[in-house]
């Protein structure tokens, strides 16, 4: 079994790609996720890094988080992937589904360093992808929004069959894939225990509208 690890956010993309792999029967060792250095919030989802931890933590899947800078991103990844294949990590998840600019920089940086690009999403009808998500049982929240695109009544959310409805009829990628919004995963078929959200704070900055999660429980 080859053994991989997940490029890991929190968000659904991320736990569905990760989903599939195992599936295909990958041995997902690890999770691997960034943190924004000067905020400390996640990279991209703007998280509570404890919130990855306690993800990691559900699951039963040891991470690896580092902390980076846009500027130095490429650089710590590297390093992080370096220290992955140490432990015997062949081959590096991703979430992507049609933004070619962001395969193309996974490529380049998995041919550098000798491992294997996995794409288990990539060129999925985003729709779908969303359906096979509620369908195989995942739960998330939607965390994040940009507010000249979505309202701060989407802050929340539950990922469900009439967040689908919804969603599909706004003028936005359906999945959020550039930034439109984000989400949080709490429990599913990969997870051993739930994460149960116990209190947040809804803060706008920057335009956008995050929900901050304040305290959770894993199980």
């Known amino acids: 079994m080859t053994k991989v690890a997940v490029s890991w956010s929190g968000g659904k993309e991320s736990c569905l790609a990760c989903y599939r792999a195992i599936s295909r029967g990958l041995e997902v060792s690890h999770l691997l996720n960034f943190v924004n250095k000067g905020s400390e919030r996640s990279m991209g989802?703007?998280?509570?890094?404890?919130?990855?931890?306690?993800?990691?933590?559900?699951?039963?899947?040891p991470l690896v988080q580092r902390e980076t800078s846009w500027e130095t991103y490429e650089r710590k990844f590297k390093d992080a992937v370096l220290e992955l294949k140490r432990r015997g990590v062949k081959g590096i998840v991703f979430g992507d589904v049609d933004?070619?600019?962001?395969?193309?920089?996974?490529?380049?940086?998995?041919?550098?360093?000798?491992?294997?690009?996995?794409?288990?999403?990539?060129?999925?009808?985003?729709?779908?992808?969303l359906n096979e998500f509620v369908n195989a049982g995942f739960e998330a929240i939607v965390?994040?929004?940009?507010?000249?695109?979505?309202?701060?009544?989407?802050?929340?959310?539950?990922?469900?069959?009439?967040?689908?409805?919804?969603?599909?009829?706004?003028?936005?990628?359906?999945?959020?894939?550039?930034?439109?919004?984000?989400?949080?995963?709490?429990?599913?078929?990969?997870?051993?225990?739930?994460?149960?959200?116990?209190?947040?704070?809804?803060?706008?900055?920057?335009?956008?509208?995050?929900?901050?999660?304040?305290?959770?429980?894993?199980?």
Request: hydrophobic share 40%; net charge neutral.
């Open 45 to 61: 989802h703007g998280l509570d890094p404890e919130l990855i931890l306690a993800q990691s933590q559900a699951m039963g899947i």
């Open 99 to 129: 933004l070619q600019e962001h395969k193309d920089w996974v490529e380049k940086v998995c041919r550098e360093l000798d491992v294997e690009p996995v794409e288990p999403l990539w060129g999925g009808d985003p729709m779908e992808l």
């Open 143 to 219: 965390v994040r929004v940009r507010g000249d695109l979505l309202g701060e009544e989407w802050l929340g959310r539950r990922v469900n069959r009439v967040f689908l409805r919804d969603i599909a009829k706004e003028p936005i990628h359906p999945l959020g894939e550039k930034g439109e919004y984000h989400t949080f995963v709490t429990n599913g078929p990969i997870f051993k225990h739930r994460i149960r959200i116990l209190g947040s704070d809804k803060v706008v900055k920057d335009g956008y509208h995050s929900m901050v999660i304040k305290k959770w429980r894993v199980g």
